[in-house]
C-alpha cells in the first residue's frame, strides 16, 4: 500500500496580510478533502493566526473568513504546528491559543518537511 501523501504549510504571514494569511488555509482544507495529510506550521507574525480570537478579525476579499477556514482545517484533521521561540518573543503563551494548536521547536518542524511529500511557504 502506498504512503499517503502529507502536505506541510509554513504560515509567515500574520493578521495583517489577510490575503497571503488566508490562502494556507485555503489550500490545506482542499487538501484534507482531498484525503492529503496537512500540517501547517506557523512561525514569524503567523502565530498570530492561531490566537484565541484573532481568526475571527481575518477575511480576505473573495475568499471565506479565516475563522471558517480554522475551523475546517481542524475539524478535517489538520495538525496546526506553533512555533514556540515565536511565540516566546511575542509575549504569547500556550493559554492564548486556539484549540489544537501544538507548540513545537525547530527539529519538529524538520520532522514534518522532511517526511512530506511537499511544502509550501507562505
Do not use: H, W
Amino acid at each position: 500500500m502506498a504512503e499517503a501523501e502529507k502536505l506541510v504549510f509554513m504560515v509567515t504571514r500574520g493578521p495583517d496580510e489577510a490575503e497571503l494569511a488566508t490562502i494556507p488555509f485555503v489550500m490545506a482544507a482542499a487538501a484534507l478533502a482531498s484525503d492529503v495529510d496537512v500540517v501547517i506550521g506557523f512561525q514569524g507574525d503567523g502565530v498570530e493566526l492561531v490566537k484565541s480570537g484573532i481568526a475571527e478579525t481575518v477575511e480576505a476579499p473573495g475568499f471565506p473568513p479565516l475563522k471558517k477556514l480554522l475551523d475546517d482545517v481542524r475539524g478535517l484533521g489538520g495538525s496546526l504546528l506553533v512555533c514556540g521561540p515565536c511565540l516566546k518573543s511575542r509575549g504569547i503563551t500556550a493559554d492564548d491559543l486556539v484549540a489544537g494548536a501544538e507548540i513545537v521547536a525547530a527539529g519538529r518542524f524538520i520532522a514534518e518537511i522532511t517526511t512530506a511529500t511537499n511544502s509550501l511557504v507562505y
